[in-house]
């Protein structure tokens, strides 16, 4: 198969900032591509050869993309699988393959899959509705604190609460969910892992996160984690058994939690490119974007070592600024050594929204960890 | 001024490979973007905010083109200069500055700037039309071999002949051009230097470069130059001093012999991203395509200093090959480790083309430059 310079479409579905950064490489080996997403301010409408306004949820408009492209990849889960499924009886090839996105879409189903599979993960209990969670505490069956997670549509922190009083209930929608066990983890890692439609398999080092208490977002994801190398063999040995098991194709990242006592469990994954795996651009020999490209095209598998440390610092919305963005301080950060700021292209700013990211790399762990912070205390995401 | 998801436009003269690398930046920041090429089938017609077609020659076209953004810049020397300076003067911010776009876009008006301000250049004779040249070998003023040299309009190896016989002078456009000494050289490097529009100066480590015997094209670019350190502070020393002379705004190119004793001489130079720089997009901190849009926007530079050692080996089309193009064996060197093809998305190859190019990065000099060897020999740029 030629897909350089040739008449192969590659079809993706999601035209946000991963969808972007996917159009880089695709640029860069001048593959056709056709996106499709529902705002017509998507930041993939340029870069694309082709670009559709539609809904990704909407059978007959994610049917319809299909049968015009090559293969179908995704760059955001919330699409309407049962079109992907009828595509892929048809002969189109679909990576991630809707089997895996069965597994994963729904976080409930995502969670009885490493139970049954005997993966470690945090104890839940699932609910049809949220409104039965009161229910299940008054009579004892849940015990506070707990995390509440929406089963579908979570994104952006949205989806996601702790909940520590019975009134943290209210105003949480009343949809499908777990409530899962709080851990009172030493760190919150994340492996991701490349498969190929070859059944090749690599993955990257560990990467540490650190979340926003509020926001539930991603601060700085760290790579590569600053824990224990034994401990970073388990977590990596983990996320490849979740990846053989679910057997993608494509990325899976692979949310990981190291407990107290060192033991690893799996949060979520989530089988595209990820924020988790930002710091690539900049810090890898392959970045996550061409390495997703290569695993669903066939291709050998890129190198995932890093050339140096690199730190990503999410770029999200002020607090009590909502409208036209300003990025404020921007001209001190490119200042600093190593910085390299990447702008998604939403011209409205509102709190927390993801508006884009930047990357640290140097030599040195330590002083590179100390620009993040300067970069993270200088610039701010305003509205205008 | 604000750059980032703003209005500001940014104007570029050329859709090439060159342009569709500097819009990896302006998507990676948001810029806004406006692209003016001859061809409708231009690598940078997508990825870019607006694409016009246009003759870059062509007075009106660059006239009207310039006004409608806010600042200028270019990836080809081969524009209207006339209509740059027209808009220079009604306030339209052009980087490079016609100035030194007159100094280096003539080959003769270069050479004797460089003798004019005590640069060390190989000597030179200049001839209003290349007839005259049979008259001056016959007279004796001009000795056999030397290097013949369009004074306008050369590129892609274009413009450029050796001269061993007078025979060789057969085909060669009555057009003005120079006459140049050979110099048999130790080695060819080269030295980007980046200035700001706020004077800030900052250059790459030296490169080394190996050239295609027939073609005079570029076959590896190596960073860092495998040279002595006192000859590489000297190539820098000597390029500085023409990056201060020209005065330029944004990249300048300078490329350079190492003749057998050790001197620098300088060849010639760009003023804009350069083939010689595009190992940075996968070795340095900051790649030149972004370093060229930092300079023009008065933005802080960024560090040059590479991560890895990296070898640049240009994709041309191979001989005896002209129509549809196939990558052969891209699959092979895919699988080598730290290896990035770039495919500009030119449709049609004929001999000697810049197709792409391909990056070795390694932490391992000696280990890429094989690499790279392997690269050369595996992939064909071909017709169907």
Redesign the interface.
């Known amino acids: 198969m030629?897909f350089?310079?040739s008449d192969f479409k590659l079809g993706i579905l999601g035209g946000g900032q991963l969808g972007?950064m996917l159009?880089?490489e695709t640029?860069?080996?001048?593959i056709q591509t056709k996106v499709m997403d529902p705002s017509p301010e998507a930041p993939c409408k340029?870069?694309?050869?082709e670009f559709v306004l539609g809904d990704l949820l909407d059978f007959e408009k994610v049917y319809n993309f299909g049968k015009d492209v090559d293969l179908l990849t995704i760059e955001i889960e919330n699409v309407n699988v049962e079109a992907l499924e009828k595509l892929e009886e048809e002969g189109v090839k679909v990576y991630p393959q809707t089997k895996a996105l069965r597994i994963i879409q729904n976080k409930a189903t995502q969670k009885l899959f490493y139970t049954d599979h005997g993966i470690p993960t945090a104890p839940f209990v699932r609910f049809a509705y949220t409104s039965e969670i009161k229910d299940s505490i008054a009579n004892g069956g849940l015990a506070l604190p707990f995390v509440w997670k929406s089963a579908q549509f979570g994104y952006d922190g949205q989806g996601v609460k702790v909940v520590r009083a019975v009134e943290d209930l209210e105003g949480l929608p009343n949809v499908e969910c777990i409530a899962e066990e709080m851990i009172a983890f030493k760190n919150e890692l994340a492996v991701i892992v490349a498969r190929s439609s070859s059944g090749e398999l690599v993955n990257y080092p560990v990467v540490e996160m650190e979340f926003h208490p509020e926001a539930n977002q991603v601060e700085y994801v760290i790579c590569p984690a600053r824990i224990d190398e034994n401990v970073a063999q388990k977590a990596i040995d983990v996320a490849l058994i979740v990846s053989e098991n679910i057997g993608h194709v494509g990325l899976l990242a692979v949310e990981l939690f190291q407990t107290q006592d060192d033991k690893i469990l799996v949060n979520e994954v989530a089988p595209r490119p990820h924020n988790s795996g930002h710091y690539s651009i900049e810090a890898s020999?392959?970045n996550q974007f061409?390495q997703h490209i290569?695993a669903i095209l066939g291709?050998?598998l890129?190198?995932t070592d890093s050339?140096?440390a690199g730190i990503m610092v999410n770029l999200v919305g002020a607090e009590g600024h909502t409208g036209d963005?300003?990025?404020e301080n921007?001209?001190s950060i490119?200042?600093m050594?190593?910085?390299?700021?990447?702008?998604?292209?939403?011209?409205q700013t509102r709190p927390f929204r993801k508006m884009g990211h930047v990357t640290i790399?140097d030599?040195d762990m330590a002083r590179a960890r100390e620009v993040a912070q300067q970069v993270k205390e200088t610039i701010q995401v305003v509205s205008k």
């Not at 340029?46 to 050869?49: P, R, S, V």
């Open positions: 030629n350089f310079s972007k159009l880089y640029r860069k080996w001048d340029i870069a694309c050869n020999y392959t061409e290569r291709l050998p890129g190198k050339k140096v963005v300003i990025y921007m001209e490119l200042d050594q190593g910085v390299t700021p990447h702008i998604y292209g939403k011209k790399v030599e």
